[in-house]
């Protein structure tokens, strides 16, 4: 298949992943969400790495997975948190910070 | 043959994002997104790079959603109705999704990259194999790989200490623990554990005098012998 259906789908993935962290109120979904946009940009760029014959952009998407598992990791310790301090696990009702 | 596969591949990753973006249970929202990440690396394995798609089944679909599932059934669903405003913000969000897809569609299509519409390089050689990545990652990339692993060191402290017990303010631990929260008692003298070994005794049922069945026979007027009959007796009377 050409590159550009590869393309093509990781531009669907990111939206349905945006459009799920937009409209979505738990924060666990939330991050779910957002992994899906990670896994989206994975695919662009090993796309493109496979459309070039480099493999330095899958070092890219090997890294991208790092930072996505991170970003996981203190998600949830932030969600634990949050339910142990017996608030409520709803983005809409978390708004303290908003100044 | 590959286009087959492509396409299956593909309907399974957006059907698993889908989901995982429209399913009220967040525990089915996991669920879809290892159906996700695993047509995700079939697509991986389409695009010749075989170490990213191990990693990614093993990584992800292994070891992150195990993660998720633990901290799912922790919190437990907290699945909340749309508060006032939330159709209309969805709405909102819908859309700029769409244009969001739109300009990534014109981005596409007026993209000055000749090779888009091609299938890629020619010439790979051993592109992708767990080997050529290996070797980049301790030579070219040693840098980049070191601090990945320092951020990694630093994500799993930095997760212990914000989930850890702390002073101040009221948590869940302050409570004393009510067993009954947790626990559906069972009333005594139903077959407990405690009367099948012997441990407690049901009480002797003293003799008591039998009452009146329901057919009673022909009711007495007026003699109010018994409390159920009084009341029939006294509308009739």
Redesign the interface.
Known sequence: MDIGWYLVVSALIFCIGAGGVMTRRNPLVILLCLELMLNAANLSLIAFSRMHGNSDGQIFALIVMVVAACEVAVGLGMIVAIFRRKLPVDVDELKELQG | M??VI?FIA?IG??AG??G???LRN?FY??LA?VC??IF?SA??L????E??AA??VI??AG??TV??VF??S??GD???P??PG?VR??NV??L???M??VE??IA?LGSG?K??????????GD??TPA??GE??LT??LF?FEV?SL??L???V??????R?RRG?????DEPYDATRYITPRSLFSGTMAEAVGALHAPVEEPTKPRPQAPVPAPTRGSGSDGSDSDDDTQEG
Do not use: E, W
């Open positions: 590959s286009a492509f593909s990753a957006l994002a889908i995982v973006a429209t967040p929202s996991v997104l996700h990440l995700l697509l991986f389409l695009l010749n790079a170490f990213i990693a990614q990584v992800y070891a992150v993660l998720y901290v799912v922790y919190v907290g699945s909340v749309l508060g939330g913000l969805r969000a819908l700029f999704v769409g969001l897809f990534l569609c596409l990259l090779a888009i519409d091609t299938r890629g390089a020619t010439n790979l592109f992708g050529a990545i980049s990652l070219k990339f980049p990945a951020l990694l630093v994500a799993a930095g997760a212990v200490m914000l989930a017990r303010g009221t948590t869940i631990d």
